[in-house]
C-alpha cells in the first residue's frame, strides 16, 4: 500500500491524494472534504484519522471498501477497484437542497468548477456562489439567501455550476427550492441546474402521472447479527382511494412464514422519518448516516429493521405527492363508499 500526493498547478487538475491496495484504491480530495464521517463510522479499520496512512484499502474487502466510500456525499473520496470497474452512478440523479442552502447531488451530473467540467457521482455543491472551492461546497458557511449579496454574478450556471443528464425522460429529481431546467434562457446552457429565481419561461420537466397506484421497488438491507447484511426486495406502494397511508411489502422469499408480508402506515410518518426519528407504534423510522433510513417493523414475534436508501424513499414520496398533494388527501375521499363499508361490515 502506497499514500502518493498527485496534482499540478492551479486550473489543471484537482490534488488528489491516492491510496494503493491490492484490491482497490482510494482517492482523497482534502479541498472537498466536509466531514460527514462516513468513512471512519463506516470502515474505522480502513479509515483512521488518528494514524498515518490514514487510509489502509487493504485492510477490508475491496467491495465494503467500495461501499463505504460510495456513502461520502461530497465526493472527496473516490475508489478504483484492481480489476478496472467504475463506480456506476444512480439513476435517475437526484437533487436536494439542504437546510443551509448547499444542493446534495447523486448520480451523473457534470460540474463546471477551477479544473473545467467533471462528472460527478457524488457531490455538494454550493447554492449561492459564496463559495471559495466553486462550484463546490467548502467551509465558508451556510449558502446564502437568494437576495442575499454574494461575490460575481448571480446567474445559473455561476450558483450551482451543474448540469445534468439529458435524453430521458427520468433524468433528474430536484427539491421544491432548485429547479432542473432542460434549457435554461438565463444561461443558454443545456441541462442547467438552477436556483428556483432564476427567469425562465420553461417549466421544469414534471413525470405524468398515469394510474391512480404508484408502487415502486426498491432493495432494502435486513439488519441482522451476521457480518453482512443480506439485501432483499421489497416494494412501496401508494393508492390514491386511500391517500394517508403507504405500505411496503415484501416478497415470500424474504419472509420468515413463506408468503408476502405487508406493512400499511401514514404517509406522514414517512415523511417525517426520512428527516428525524418518528413512530412510536409498530412501524418507526430514523435516517442513518447520509443517505440510509432506518425502518423498524414491531411485531409481538419480534423486531424486524431494514436499510433503505433515503433518495429512493424521497422519489416515491415525490411521485405520491404529484398525486395526491400533501395536505390535500380529504379531497380524494370517498365518504360515501367509505361509510357504507363501515356499514357493511357491521355485525
Known amino acids: 500500500m502506497t499514500d502518493r500526493t498527485t496534482g499540478s498547478a492551479p486550473d489543471e487538475k484537482p490534488k488528489l491524494k491516492e491510496y494503493d491496495g491490492e484490491g482497490i484504491t482510494v482517492t482523497f480530495e ?29 485492510a477490508a474487502e475491496a467491495g465494503l471498501v467500495a461501499e463505504v466510500v460510495r456513502r461520502c456525499p461530497s465526493g472527496a473520496l473516490r475508489y478504483h477497484p484492481a480489476d478496472g470497474s467504475v463506480e456506476h452512478p444512480d439513476i435517475p440523479t437526484t437533487v436536494r437542497r439542504t437546510p443551509s ?6 448520480g451523473d451530473p457534470l460540474v ?32 446564502a439567501e437568494p437576495d442575499d449579496d454574494a461575490p460575481g454574478p448571480l446567474t445559473c450556471t455561476d450558483l450551482t ?27 443558454e446552457v443545456s441541462g442547467a441546474l438552477c436556483r428556483g429565481d432564476a427567469q425562465d419561461p420553461k417549466p421544469a420537466r414534471e413525470e405524468p402521472v398515469l394510474s391512480a397506484v404508484i408502487e415502486q421497488a426498491v432493495q432494502a438491507r435486513l439488519v441482522a447479527s451476521a457480518p453482512r447484511m443480506e439485501t432483499v ?11 394517508y397511508a403507504v405500505s411496503m411489502a415484501f416478497p415470500p422469499p424474504a419472509t420468515l412464514e413463506g408468503v408476502e408480508v405487508s406493512w ?38 419480534g423486531v424486524a429493521m431494514v436499510h433503505v436508501r433515503t433518495s429512493e424513499l424521497r422519489r416515491f414520496l415525490e411521485r405520491s405527492q ?5 395536505g390535500r388527501e380529504h379531497q ?14 357491521r355485525p
Open 30 to 58: 482534502p479541498r472537498r472534504c466536509l466531514h460527514a464521517a462516513e468513512c471512519v463510522h463506516g470502515l474505522p479499520e480502513v479509515f483512521d484519522l488518528s494514524r498515518r496512512p490514514w487510509v489502509l484499502p487493504d
Open 101 to 106: 442552502g448547499q444542493l446534495v447531488a447523486r
Open 112 to 143: 463546471t468548477g477551477a479544473y473545467g467540467d467533471r462528472p460527478e457521482a457524488r457531490v455538494v455543491l454550493c447554492g449561492c456562489g459564496a463559495s471559495g472551492n466553486r462550484s463546490y461546497r467548502d467551509h465558508s458557511g451556510p449558502c
Open 161 to 187: 455550476g451543474a448540469r445534468l443528464p439529458s435524453g430521458s425522460g427520468d433524468v433528474a429529481h430536484v427539491g421544491p427550492e432548485c429547479t432542473f431546467r432542460p434549457s435554461c434562457s438565463s444561461c
Open 233 to 243: 426486495p421489497a416494494t412501496l406502494r401508494y393508492d390514491r382511494e386511500d391517500p
Open 264 to 301: 400499511a402506515f401514514a404517509r406522514e410518518l414517512l415523511v417525517q422519518g426520512v428527516e428525524r426519528p418518528a413512530g412510536v407504534g409498530d412501524v418507526r423510522l430514523r435516517p442513518y448516516g447520509y443517505d440510509r433510513t432506518v425502518v423498524e417493523f414491531h411485531a409481538p414475534e
Open 322 to 326: 404529484h398525486l395526491v398533494p400533501e
Open 332 to 345: 380524494y375521499l370517498d365518504w360515501d363508499q367509505d361509510l357504507a363499508k363501515l356499514l357493511r361490515d
